[in-house]
């Protein structure tokens, strides 16, 4: 099963999927799971050449291409905007917002690059500057793992405690449907 596909509701079983998600949770628990992306980025720079690479640089490029964007645009375009509209006036959210896109837009960059270094382990293709590519996913790694300690511990507290229930609800069903699940 690929990466994305965890996200996608299961057919045929005749279950019945929420028309909207906890977003603030659902924004939490992916965390959770980039927390496994940086420690299985780690693992791969500290043996390029380890049994298991192969599938660790498959399982790390299918979320780099999958999964991470969506939730890119979960918060970017889905969270951000609902905040902004709510507290326009607020330098605090203004702060915070900007911050948030500049971060994923550095981090997108960084990703790209990563990218074509796992997509060459992934099928066990020599890497053309090995150090180069290890302190890349070093940085990258560095990087989310700040990113995520700072959205967990202020921006989805923050978010939390200006957006009004209706707010929640709307995005909530907005990330349904950008993740399919109705
Ligand atoms: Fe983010
Ligand atoms: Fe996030």
């Given amino acids: 099963?690929?990466?994305?596909?965890?996200?996608?509701?299961?057919?045929g079983t005749g279950q019945k999927w929420p028309r909207r998600l906890l977003p603030l949770e659902t924004l939490n628990y992916e965390h959770l799971r980039q927390k496994c992306?940086?420690?299985?980025?780690g693992r791969i720079v500290d043996d390029l050449y380890a049994s298991d690479t192969i599938k660790s640089a498959a399982w790390a490029l299918d979320y780099l291409e999958n999964v991470?964007?969506?939730h890119v645009s979960d918060e970017t375009e889905d969270l951000?905007?609902?905040?902004?509209?709510?507290?326009?006036?607020?330098?605090?959210?203004?702060?915070?917002?900007?911050?948030?896109?500049?971060?994923?837009?550095s981090d997108g960059l960084?990703?790209?690059?990563?990218?074509v270094g796992?997509?060459?382990?992934?099928?066990?293709r020599p890497l053309p500057r090995p150090l180069d590519f290890i302190v890349d996913v070093l940085t990258?790694?560095?990087?989310?793992r700040r990113h995520v300690a700072w959205?967990?511990?202020?921006?989805?507290?923050?978010?939390?405690?200006?957006?009004?229930?209706?707010?929640?609800?709307?995005?909530g069903s907005a990330m349904a449907r950008r993740h399919g699940l109705f």
């Fill in 68 to 70: 991470l964007p969506l």
């Fill in 151 to 171: 959205e967990n511990a202020e921006f989805l507290p923050l978010a939390r405690h200006r957006l009004a229930s209706e707010d929640l609800s709307s995005l």
């Fill in 118 to 124: 796992l997509e060459l382990l992934s099928r066990a």
């Fill in 110 to 115: 960084l990703a790209a690059k990563i990218k």
């Fill in 80 to 105: 951000v905007p609902r905040l902004l509209e709510h507290d326009a006036a607020d330098e605090a959210v203004g702060k915070a917002c900007r911050a948030l896109v500049h971060e994923h837009e």
């Fill in 37 to 41: 992306l940086c420690n299985l980025l």
């Fill in 1 to 11: 099963m690929q990466t994305s596909d965890r996200l996608r509701p299961l057919t």
């Fill in 140 to 144: 990258f790694e560095e990087n989310l």
